[in-house]
């Protein structure tokens, strides 16, 4: 004999059959408070059961959509349209009542979040990428503003077509219509990468490090073009960084103060790591650079985990020679599962960030890996590139809006 279930733990509510009549009830004026809960005050009194409920608040108009069943008691649709309308009008909006089958069409198999970011957005990129959406066979189910500043970032809910296949699709179109586009399956999966590893030169800050050592050294020129042809990937990067540094042999170390206070952050860079932080994240860096400035990093901005390389000083000058472990691009990817495993976060739920061909092999290693204005290798290697010139922006790339971003920088400014 079966047990009957208890009080505390009661049946759940029927689906609604496929065939069976729903009203799809729509408002839409300006918005104020006490819409949503008026309408549904309404409908109440006639007893239907809700099945969706869409609402989109747009320059301070509002579209209400509810889909609900008829009433369940005989002849009682009459009254609820009335009442409806009549609701609608004294709260000076208007209302439109549509009876029909069943619920919203299923979404279909292959489901991915389309991130797109303009700087400005225009109608034709827009046009563009859409019209790419439905070539490839997908369908757009919905649309979110993420932000308006610093850039327009809209999401697309698509569903209908593989995800690498529609990656593929939109990276071009993106190039030709200069905005960026970030495709990634649809999931849990994007909010639960809780470790983010940036690179730090020109991407955490604006500037190659070894080459504010250079200038003070006489020799950034040389520096220069050499680090140019190893983030190009022509160069194997831990050649190219002992013949960079050899360039450093017999200056001072006390320089360092000095290079410190040169560093100049990116745009977006404090604010993308207290954003971060403040919303359970952990935060580290990994770079081709030098401890010597790195260190002061990890202070300024209080992050968890750091690795570089490190400048040797004898008798208080550089000797043109780093100790330890080289911070290659190979070394890259060593130290991002490194940090995995420290966090305690499995490396499909990491984000790594870089411009250069030594980010390669750390971004393939990531759950997810962001090409921040990078070198065409990386850009078309890495899983989306961010190509205008703000790091917060990678915020977005992970469903996080602009309001989320604000609220957990407690009223700061951006940085």
């Known amino acids: 004999m079966n047990a009957s279930p208890s009080a505390a733990e009661p049946l759940p509510a029927a689906q609604p059959r496929t065939d069976e009549r729903t009203l799809l009830v729509k408002v839409f004026g300006k918005d104020r408070p006490g819409i949503t809960a008026g309408l549904f005050s309404t409908l109440a009194g006639f007893g239907v059961d809700v099945i969706d409920i869409e609402q989109v608040v747009t320059r301070g108009r509002i579209t209400l959509c509810a889909l609900v069943t008829p009433p369940h008691e005989p002849g009682a649709e009459g009254g609820l349209r009335a009442t409806v309308h009549r609701w609608a009008d004294e709260q000076k909006l208007q209302a439109e009542i549509l009876s029909g089958i069943g619920d919203n069409r299923p979404r279909r198999e292959g489901r991915s979040h389309v991130t797109v970011l303009g700087h400005p ?58 905005v960026d586009v970030a495709v990634v ?17 020109s991407t955490l800050i604006q500037d190659e490090v070894i080459e504010l050592f250079a200038a003070h050294a006489g ?78 990093l990890v202070e300024q901005l209080g992050l968890d985990f750091a690795a570089a390389n490190t400048l040797e000083v004898v008798d208080g000058k550089f000797t043109g020679r780093v100790v330890g472990e080289i911070v290659d691009r190979a070394g890259k990817a060593r130290w991002l599962a490194r940090f995995a495993e420290q966090a305690k976060v499995p490396l499909e739920q990491t984000v790594a960030i870089g411009d250069g061909a030594n980010d ?56």
Do not use: W
């Open 121 to 178: 957005l225009t109608a034709a990129a827009v046009s563009a990428l859409t019209s790419r959406i439905t070539v490839a066979g997908g369908n757009i189910d919905r649309v979110f503003r993420l932000a308006k500043y610093p850039v327009t970032a809209v999401e697309l809910a698509v569903s209908g077509v593989a995800t690498d296949e529609l990656r593929a699709e939109l990276a071009q179109e993106a190039a030709t219509q200069r």
């Open 185 to 201: 399956a649809a999931g849990l999966e994007r909010r639960a990468k809780r470790l983010v590893v940036m690179d730090v030169d």
């Open 219 to 296: 020799c950034e020129q040389e520096v220069a073009e050499v680090t140019a042809a190893a983030m190009r990937g022509e160069l194997d990067f831990a050649e190219s960084l002992r013949a960079r540094v050899a360039l450093l042999a017999g200056l001072d170390a006390s320089v360092t103060e000095k290079v410190r206070a040169e560093v100049r952050f990116t745009p977006g860079a404090r604010t993308l790591i207290r954003t971060l932080q403040r919303l359970g994240f952990q935060v580290a860096v990994v770079s081709g650079g030098f401890t010597q400035v790195t260190d002061h």
């Open 360 to 415: 390669l092999d750390m971004l393939n290693a990531a759950g997810l890996g962001v090409a921040f204005n990078a070198k065409p290798v990386v850009r078309e290697a890495a899983d989306t590139a961010v190509n205008v010139p703000f790091l917060d922006t990678v915020l977005y790339l992970l469903g996080i809006t602009r309001e989320e971003v604000e609220a957990a920088d407690g009223g700061l400014s951006v940085e």
